[in-house]
């Protein structure tokens, strides 16, 4: 059983950078065909995929958010990271990991997610 959880603050002050932690035990993020996400819902609004970094370490990002994010990942800790910068409070949301499969296209596993609120 995969099992991810989110970690970091959850206040962050405007123009700060957020910076959130996926960990992940059951299964590794080297697995092959395995692209670990990052997905965010702010309040009333529907999901939004903010980037993955793949079982290669490459690394890829919403186009909209590509200039302010930055993926990275810890192979020995089995974890990978989320950096947004110079946030805005329209970047409150709950941010989400998870795990997609690239054999079938879908997404078997998340985190529970965790609220991030940007304000002073």
């Known amino acids: 059983q995969v099992q991810l959880q989110e970690s970091g603050p959850g206040l962050v002050k405007p123009s700060q950078t957020l910076s959130l932690t996926c960990t992940v035990s059951?299964?590794?993020?080297?697995?092959?065909?395995?692209?670990w996400s990052w997905i965010r819902q702010p309040p009333g609004k529907g999901l939004e995929w903010m980037g993955a970094?793949?079982?290669?370490?490459?690394?890829y990002y919403s186009p909209s958010l590509k200039s302010r994010t930055s993926i990275s990942r810890d192979t020995s800790k089995n974890q990978f990271t989320l950096q947004l910068s110079s946030v805005t409070p329209e970047d409150t949301a709950v941010y989400y990991c998870?795990?997609?499969?690239?054999?079938?296209?879908?997404?078997?596993?998340w985190g529970q997610g965790t609220q991030v609120t940007v304000s002073s």
């Open positions: 970094i793949a079982y290669s370490g490459s690394t």
């Open positions: 059951g299964g590794s993020i080297t697995s092959i065909y395995y692209y």
């Open positions: 998870a795990r997609f499969r690239g054999l079938d296209v879908s997404y078997d596993y």
